[in-house]
């Protein structure tokens, strides 16, 4: 079975913090995924990453950045924490390269970070 | 538009009762197609991937209309334990990156 661990479920910080969202994954996947998700709004892509040091924006990149050393982990970074970035933050990993016309495989997520800035 | 929509219910119904939910794509180069499952302060997980000719598993059903470009997922003799949220999930071309509808929210009432 895939694990995707993210190292918080729960976080508290101020506005203005720095914050560090991690999330290892142990299924040595190419892809992996920040998402952030709200009551009506669903999953939102943050960012995501296809291979070590490489990066892609997602829908709404902004005040985020992100940090990929490792294969295995994939780190989310609020630069300086507004309390817009309130909300459940969810990483997850895939395997690929995905290639045209096959089924392609699934998303394996995280627990999730309920990230509360104060 | 929303690239994937999916109606947001809530669905209730009583145990034991099918119910079908649809979700509609607006990308006609999707590729990769799946159903997720969400329970309340969870994360969604793989309920089942859908395949072109339509596929089963157990009580689940799903089907895929590539031509009017909308996917569907049957449940039948709906348990207690279904109650959650179903999210529609699509991959466009050769893009790494899945595309997640909002989601239909069912519960099943004893």
């Known amino acids: 079975d895939v694990k995707v661990t993210q190292s918080s479920r729960y976080l508290v910080k101020r506005t203005g913090e720095k914050v560090f969202l991690e999330c290892v994954q142990d299924?040595?996947?190419?892809?992996m995924f920040w998402y952030r998700q709200d009551p009506g709004l669903g999953l939102r892509l943050i960012y995501f990453?296809?291979?070590?040091?490489?990066?892609e924006k997602g829908d709404i990149p902004e005040g985020y950045s992100v940090s990929r050393e490792k294969k295995e982990r994939f780190s989310l970074i609020l630069e300086s924490a507004s309390t817009n970035q309130t909300s459940m933050y969810l990483c997850?990993?895939?395997?690929?390269?995905?290639?045209?016309?096959?089924?392609?495989?699934?998303?394996?997520f995280g627990d999730g970070t309920r990230l509360s800035i104060l | 538009r929303k690239e994937v929509e999916q109606d947001p219910g809530p669905f209730n119904v009583p145990e034991g009762a099918t119910v079908a939910f649809n979700c509609t794509y607006s990308?006609?180069?999707?590729?990769?197609f799946f159903w997720y499952r969400q329970d309340c302060r969870k994360e969604p997980k793989l309920l089942m991937s859908v395949y072109s000719s339509g596929n089963e598993d157990g009580r689940f059903t799903a089907q895929l209309n590539r031509a009017s470009q909308y996917i569907s997922l049957l449940i039948r003799d709906s348990k207690l334990s279904d109650s959650a949220t179903y999210l529609c999930?699509?991959?466009?071309?050769?893009?790494?990156?899945?595309?997640f509808g909002s989601g239909t929210q069912l519960t099943v009432l004893p």
């Open positions: 999930v699509v991959r466009w071309g050769s893009a790494r990156q899945l595309t």
């Open positions: 299924m040595d996947h190419e892809n």
């Open positions: 990453s296809y291979d070590v040091k490489m990066k």
């Open positions: 997850a990993s895939r395997g690929g390269p995905v290639r045209g016309g096959d089924l392609g495989e699934p998303q394996h």
């Open positions: 990308n006609s180069a999707s590729q990769s």
